[in-house]
């Protein structure tokens, strides 16, 4: 799968009692860096992201750069709380990590609870075209109830 591509499939994972998980190959290979690095971050309760490091780092640096240029002008004076929560947020939301073996992820102990899936447990490996997911099988099934529905009226929106 070169970087071009998109990244999909689902297959499923145990999470071992060091709390490992081996990833698909291709799908590691999709978010991993040169130098093994990728980016592992807090989507929603019982979803973990998994990212090449550079790309997030970018997304950031221009999300940040853009409230920094909102401070910086004054606009952001009534909103301090607002900025707070986000950096909150932002302090304890991704970890950068590196796969042993380019596709064994040891999941940190500041993502497990988070993910709320024990050791032994089974996750669901997930490509979202930009990134990989990690769900937690409940939430998973959660989200497909949810947003299968919407597939065909979202591509149709997406493509248009």
């Given at each position: 799968?070169?970087?071009?591509?998109f990244?999909?499939?689902?297959?499923?994972?145990?999470i071992?009692?060091?709390?490992?998980?081996?990833?698909?190959?291709?799908?590691?290979?999709?978010?991993?860096?040169?130098?093994?690095?990728?980016?592992?971050?807090?989507?929603?309760?019982?979803?973990?992201?998994?990212?090449?490091a550079?790309?997030?780092?970018?997304?950031?640096?221009?999300?940040?750069?853009?409230?920094?240029?909102?401070?910086?002008?004054?606009?952001?004076?009534?909103?301090?709380?607002?900025?707070?929560?986000?950096?909150?947020?932002?302090s304890?939301?991704?970890?950068?990590?590196k796969?042993?073996?380019?596709?064994?992820?040891?999941?940190?102990?500041?993502c497990?609870?988070?993910?709320?899936?024990?050791?032994?447990?089974?996750?669901?490996?997930?490509?979202?075209v930009?990134c990989?997911?990690?769900?937690?099988?409940?939430?998973?099934?959660?989200?497909?109830?949810?947003?299968?529905?919407?597939?065909?009226?979202?591509?149709?929106?997406?493509?248009?």
């Open positions: 799968m070169s970087a071009d591509s990244i999909t499939g689902e297959c499923r994972r145990t071992d009692d060091r709390f490992r998980i081996t990833l698909p190959p291709e799908m590691a290979e999709a978010v991993t860096d040169a130098d093994g690095e990728s980016i592992l971050v807090k989507e929603r309760y019982g979803c973990l992201s998994l990212w090449r550079a790309e997030w780092q970018k997304r950031l640096d221009d999300g940040v750069s853009l409230i920094r240029q909102k401070i910086d002008a004054g606009r952001m004076e009534q909103r301090w709380g607002e900025v707070q929560r986000l950096g909150r947020l932002l304890t939301r991704s970890q950068k990590v796969l042993a073996n380019r596709s064994r992820l040891l999941v940190p102990d500041s497990r609870e988070f993910l709320d899936v024990n050791a032994n447990q089974e996750v669901i490996v997930v490509g979202a930009i990989i997911e990690i769900w937690n099988p409940k939430a998973w099934q959660e989200i497909l109830r949810q947003e299968m529905p919407e597939f065909g009226p979202l591509l149709q929106q997406l493509a248009d």
